[in-house]
């Protein structure tokens, strides 16, 4: 619905498969507004967020009604963020993907050594789209924690953050963080909400991560009383037939197999 507010969907959804980041955006943040920061957001992120050092940040913020202080798609010359939310003492500004990749991306790195660093003070400034956003949430207050949130799929969340940091393209006040739609999906299922309404809000938030298949694998359920260590396991005796495919065919090294 915001999405389309905000004229991100045409009114006839004609290009919606275009811009699936951007309903995904509307439907998620856009819901969970409706929920008290305290309650919702701010216990997802806490759990979440990498570096995890950053949920003592998110932790020092308290407010419940946060609708008014999220803005969609707000217009900088050097990009669109998808979110930008302005707490009293920090500001978050956050950048979804669903499929896609980052945009504008390019070679520029500010990594250097001690020596390097001495001839070469000021930073090269990156078109990369993350570095950019970094650039629009530096100049957009005076708060003394500024976050950049990246929002992806696990695997691309890592190697987005990883690659991004060991080129040094992102503003010096501004540190850039990411939280996975599957950590998205466990924060949701980890809340314990009491209101109706707002019970319904994440129900439908948990249905709708699901069927995008962000369900995140937790761990394998066995019945084995062990105890656990950092030198070895005792699973005991393993059962051969526990796993077993019913096929005819000969199993040849150096191939792959699917059973179905």
């Known amino acids: 619905m915001i999405a389309e507010i905000k004229g991100k969907v045409s009114s006839t959804g004609s290009n919606l498969n275009n811009r699936l980041e951007d309903e995904l955006t509307g439907n998620v943040f856009g819901n969970l507004r409706y929920m008290s920061f305290n309650k919702g957001l701010k216990l997802i992120l806490m759990q979440g967020i990498y570096p995890t050092i950053l949920s003592k940040v998110i932790d020092t913020i308290d407010v419940d009604d946060w609708s008014h202080l999220i803005k969609f798609w707000p217009y900088d010359k050097e990009g669109e963020l998808d979110a930008l939310i302005k707490f009293e003492n920090a500001i ?9 990749g980052i945009s504008s991306e390019d070679d520029v790195s500010n990594y250097l050594d001690a020596e390097e660093k001495t001839i070469l003070e000021a930073k090269i400034k990156s078109n990369n789209q993350l570095a950019r956003e970094s650039r629009i949430i530096s100049r957009s207050g005076k708060s003394e924690h ?32 990411y939280i996975s739609w599957q950590n998205i999906l466990l924060g949701l299922e980890n809340l314990n909400i009491s209101n109706v309404y707002e019970k319904v809000i994440v129900s439908d938030l948990k249905n709708l991560l ?14 084995i009383n062990v105890e656990v260590n950092d030198k070895w396991y005792d699973f005991g005796v393993i059962k051969r037939d526990t796993i077993s495919f019913d096929i005819k065919k000969i199993v040849v090294g150096n191939l792959y197999y699917e059973f179905i």
Do not use: M, P, Q
Not at 158 to 168: A, E, G, I, L, M
């Open 210 to 223: 699901r069927k995008k298949k962000f369900k995140k694998f937790k761990d394998f359920k066995t019945e």
């Open 146 to 177: 500024k976050i950049l949130l990246f929002v992806a799929d696990s695997e691309d969340c890592r190697k987005v953050y990883k690659n991004v940091k060991s080129r040094d393209i992102i503003e010096d006040n501004v540190e850039l963080a």
């Open 92 to 100: 978050i500004g956050i950048e979804v993907k669903y499929f896609s």
